[in-house]
Each structure stands twice: as structure tokens, then as C-alpha cells.
């Protein structure tokens, strides 16, 4: 697995993307019950993420919410969240923030989350 961690972050530099995605898709394949495929879920939404494919991106880490490892959940309904930011659906971006906080209120990221949060509302009031 080290060796596809390396071998990932030199494609994703290079920003060849298309390899990175097989990569992780291999993984995912080859270790479907394993914490590494639930990591290579987010990675491939966050390879779409970059591409602005968000349909993709939320595609992926909705896979990693919904099967039964848990590992990356919290990074994966955070940048579900920022995702729903990017592509200007703010009400579902706060659903998501707030759940966020919600399931994960110790996490580093949750403050992050709250600033979110009242950012997104400032912005649905004006």
C-alpha cells in the first residue's frame, strides 16, 4: 500500500488524473472490506473534486458514507459538504455541515465546520 501512496501523490503532482483514478480503483477492487478502499473513495472524489466534476466527486464519497467502513467517513461528509459549497448549493452544504457537526463534534475539523456554517448562513440571509 505504500508504494500506491507514492506512486498516487507523484500522479496527482503531475496532475495526471486518469492514472491516479485507476490507481485507486484498483484499490478499491483489490481491498473492498478494507480501510485503504474507503480512503481511495475520497481520493477519487477529491481527484474530481479538482477537475470540478462535483456530480463525480459526490458520487464517490457518498459510496464511502454508505458501505460498511467507517475510517474516512468524517473526511468524506466534510468535503461532501465543502463540495455542495463549490457548486452554489448553499442550503444543502449547511444540511451537511451541520451534520457534520452533529456525528463528529470532537474532530480537528470541526471548527473549521462551525465557520462554515456561519458563513453559509451570513450568505442565505442576504
Do not use: H
Not at 475520497?42 to 459526490?58: G, P, Q, S, T, W
Request: charged content about 30%.
Amino acid at each position: 500500500m505504500i508504494k500506491y501512496g507514492f506512486q498516487l501523490n507523484f500522479l496527482r503532482k503531475k496532475k495526471d488524473y486518469n492514472s491516479a483514478l485507476k490507481y485507486y480503483i484498483n484499490v478499491v477492487d483489490f481491498f473492498p472490506k478494507e480501510k485503504e478502499a474507503d480512503a481511495a473513495l475520497v481520493r477519487m472524489a477529491e481527484v474530481y473534486e479538482e477537475n470540478r466534476d462535483y456530480k463525480n466527486a459526490l458520487l464517490y464519497l457518498d459510496k464511502a458514507l454508505n458501505n460498511s467502513i467507517t475510517n474516512a467517513d468524517e473526511i468524506a461528509l466534510f468535503n461532501k459538504a465543502r463540495i455542495y459549497y463549490a457548486a452554489n448549493s448553499f442550503r444543502e452544504a449547511l444540511g451537511y455541515f451541520r451534520e457534520f457537526l452533529s456525528r463528529f463534534p470532537a474532530s480537528i475539523l470541526s471548527k473549521q465546520a462551525a465557520e462554515w456554517v456561519d458563513i453559509i448562513a451570513k450568505e442565505m440571509k442576504n
